[in-house]
Structures are given as C-alpha cells and as structure tokens.
C-alpha cells in the first residue's frame, strides 16, 4: 500500500560545500529543490511551498546561490530568516534523491524539524545537521534506502551515480548504449549544434531529455 505523502509548506534545506557536488551533471542543491517541486506537483493537494536555504555560516557570501530554473514552478526558494519557524521541516543538501528518492526518503526518516528560533545560527545549524546525519544513518541500517543516500563526502558521489544506473534498470555501459551510443549513430551532432558534453560525448537536446527522463538530469 502507498503511504500519503507529507503535507508541508515549507522546508529548510541546510546547505554547504556538498551543495556544488554534481551527479550526473546536476549539483545537489538543484537536485534537491527538483524534487521537491516534483513531489509537490505530484500531490496536488499540497499548495506551492517555501524554500529556505540555510547556508553554513562560514561558507562565504560570495559562494552562495540560489537555485533558479524556470522549470520550478511549485516552490519559492529563498533565504527570508523570518521563515525559519519552529515546526519547519529540515533536509540537508548532503541528501542525494533519485526522481522517486525523495518520498522515499521522507516517508523512512523520522523528521528532523526547528524546535525553537535561531538565536545562534552557527551552533543551530551545526546542531540541526548532526540531528539528520543520525536519522540517516539510523535508517539506513533499518532500510533499504534505495532511492537516496546521505553523502558524508565527495567521494560518495560515485555510488550515487549508481544508484541513478540501477533504478534506470541498465547497466552503466546499457545507459550509455541505449541513451547515447545509438543516438549518435542514427543521427550525429552537426558542427556548432552541440548543446552538452557528458563524459566526452557531445549530446543534443533530444538525448538530454531523454537522459532526464530516466533519472539523470543533466
């Protein structure tokens, strides 16, 4: 049986360096308010919700960005501190999610959540993020987690592609056979018409799609 979905209007996502961490081309921030926006699109009971993106406080102004693709439509992604209410559910963007992970994720975690205002940023953030590495790790050696995994470090993005590769139902040298391979037989790139690279390859915006909706955004 299907379990309901979370009903929620607003989230905190706790961002740091992992945020850049790209996986199958997509950095992990983005990837995270994808889903989101997906999730929420999926569940049309569910108004459009707010974003708060909590940066670690020594990351630097400089390095701090928000996602921005038109494509989100059901999500407002912002930084407002006036949002960060007690209740609000937190994510980290250390979570990595496939196109179905994060349902499944929110529904096999026990939620990590504001208890109380931020007075101290730096030691709530700290604190917060602690609390959901634990409910992770927790849950993974009660669960499958299949759909998602915590990255604890940049060199977990290798088995995140994978899990991407798996769920797609193919092997590695299978997606890229199918996805790009035979595309490029049947009809080659013309010069100056070439709108990705992946691995070498130069992919155009019929295999990019195609490649998206298989779980690997590009």
């Known amino acids: 049986m299907t379990e309901k979905p979370e009903r929620f209007n607003r989230i905190v996502i706790l961002a740091d360096e992992s945020a850049e961490w790209k996986i199958a081309g997509l950095r992990q921030l983005d990837r995270l ?17 707010d974003i708060v993106v909590l940066w670690r406080p020594d990351i630097a102004a400089a390095a701090r960005w928000l996602p921005r693709d038109p494509r989100i439509k059901r999500v407002r992604v912002g930084e407002d501190p006036s949002l960060l209410q007690p209740g609000v559910r937190v994510l980290t963007s250390r ?23 931020m007075v101290d940023p730096r030691n709530s953030w ?45 092997s590695q ?4 056979s199918r996805f790009v391979n035979r595309p490029l037989l049947r009809d080659p790139p013309a010069p100056g018409n070439n709108t990705g690279v992946s691995n070498g390859f130069f992919m155009q915006p019929k295999m990019i799609e195609t490649l998206n909706e298989a779980g690997l955004q590009m």
């Open 33 to 49: 308010v994808f889903a989101l926006n997906q999730l929420v699109e999926s569940t049309p009971s569910n108004p459009a919700i």
């Open 95 to 117: 979570l990595f999610v496939d196109r179905n992970g994060l349902r499944e994720h929110l529904n096999a975690i026990p939620a990590v959540r504001l208890t109380e205002s």
């Open 126 to 170: 700290r604190q917060l993020n602690e609390q959901f590495e634990i409910s992770c790790d927790n849950s993974v050696r009660s669960s499958s987690g299949v759909g998602w995994k915590y990255l604890k470090r940049a060199d977990d993005i290798h088995g995140s592609e994978n899990i991407l590769l798996r769920r797609a139902g193919k």
């Open 173 to 176: 040298d299978g997606i890229v």
